[in-house]
């Protein structure tokens, strides 16, 4: 014998409105968009049955919700009740504080030997501080729960640099916007490159097994490469010497004002003693020789990263030096020159290099 026919529902001009807004939105809960459907389907006089196949779901939950709604008639009824269950076992207050140590430093709580933060070390101080004690798992619960995790440091590099902004504008404002007829050069120098030879072959990478290179190495010699970057043609000009000294330096920048014979060239580097004057005044001595030609760039204090040529050097370091094995120390020099000669031949171009820093961002904002 078929069951007794559902009731229908009578809804209030306003009550309709505000469930045909709950009906159509992208933004509510989905369970809540679904019971909104249900009661206004129930309002058409369907049956149970037929609005559990348009809405999706069991026949129960179409007769659950429309008799909820029916004994209350207000739209706050579609959401969930509490629920029941053990109450939280650590208060808020509890959890602040948990939070509020993390985020100062051991030493000011007592905490010797130790200049980070472990789970172990924050439950014995709030315990000594609050009274409050914890598990060690439940500390590491309550900090991932905010994605803090105090024992994890990066490194950062802060200038100190009272002039970072003019100076990082300056050079921008070089590798974007060149004077004409100028060359914007990125110098520097890749020191310490170490000819290592690993005592057992490297082994070559194979589906689902990583490669793997010897740990222990013998050295068998060093190079240094002075590098001058072209920042609008992406063309490298390098030379490998044994040693960095004042006159290596002023020897390549000879072969560079060679390499550049006429117009003017900007050269962006960092503050390395050797870059300076000094007593001998190289640099002005080296300037007058070519006609006052080269205009010196230097990069704000511990920013160097701002020179484009460290990009390059990356890329040597990746695809060459990481995990080669040399069984000399010409077998290096040999790859790095012919690294240069590939890059110059095949792959050579300007980066498209962009500074993200608000300084810099907020003066230009200010000064247009």
């Not at 909820?68 to 959401?79: H, I, K, M, N, P």
């Not at 950062?156 to 916007?177: M, R």
Request: with cysteine; net charge positive; glycine share 6%.
């Amino acid at each position: 014998m078929p069951g007794p026919r559902a009731q229908r529902l009578r809804l209030a001009p306003s009550v309709r409105k505000e469930l045909e807004a709950l009906a159509r939105s992208r933004c509510i809960e989905a369970r809540l968009v679904q019971r909104a459907r249900i009661v206004l389907l129930a309002a058409q006089g369907l049956p149970n049955a037929e609005i559990a196949r348009r809405v999706g779901c069991h026949v129960d939950t179409v007769r659950q919700w429309r008799q909820r709604f029916a004994e209350d008639g207000r739209v706050s009824t579609l959401a969930d009740l509490p629920r029941s269950g053990r109450p939280a076992r650590v208060s808020a207050a509890t959890r602040c504080e948990l939070i509020k140590l993390a985020c100062d430093k051991p030493e000011n709580h007592g905490v010797k030997h130790q200049t980070t933060w472990t789970y172990g070390a924050l439950a014995k101080v709030l315990l000594r501080e609050t009274g409050v004690k914890l598990s060690v798992s439940e500390v590491g619960r309550i900090l991932r729960n905010e994605d803090f995790r105090p024992h994890k440091m990066r490194l950062w590099l802060h200038s100190p640099d009272p002039e970072f902004c003019p100076k990082v504008q300056h050079i921008c404002d070089l590798y974007h916007h060149p004077p004409d007829e100028a060359h914007v050069i990125c110098v520097d120098e890749k020191t310490g490159m170490q000819a290592l030879g690993r005592r057992f072959p490297t082994k070559l990478p194979a589906p689902g097994r990583a490669g793997r290179f010897e740990f222990e190495y013998i050295r068998r010699g060093t190079w240094c490469l002075f590098g001058a970057f072209d920042v609008r043609t992406g063309e490298l000009f390098g030379e490998c010497k044994a040693g960095r000294e004042a006159k290596d330096l002023v020897a390549f920048m000879e072969g560079l004002a060679r390499k550049y014979p006429t117009g003017d060239v900007y050269v962006v580097w960092d503050n390395l003693n050797i870059h300076y004057d000094g007593r001998e005044e190289r640099w002005a001595r080296f300037n007058k020789r070519h006609g006052g030609r080269f205009h010196f760039v230097y990069t704000p204090l511990h920013a160097s990263w701002v020179n484009q040529i460290e990009i390059w050097f990356s890329l040597l370091q990746r695809r060459v030096l990481r995990h080669a094995d040399f069984p000399d120390a010409d077998a290096l020099l040999r790859a790095v020159r012919g690294f240069i000669r590939h890059w110059n031949r095949k792959e050579a171009h300007p980066f498209n290099w962009t500074f993200r820093g608000h300084f810099v961002q907020n003066e230009r904002r200010l000064a247009s």
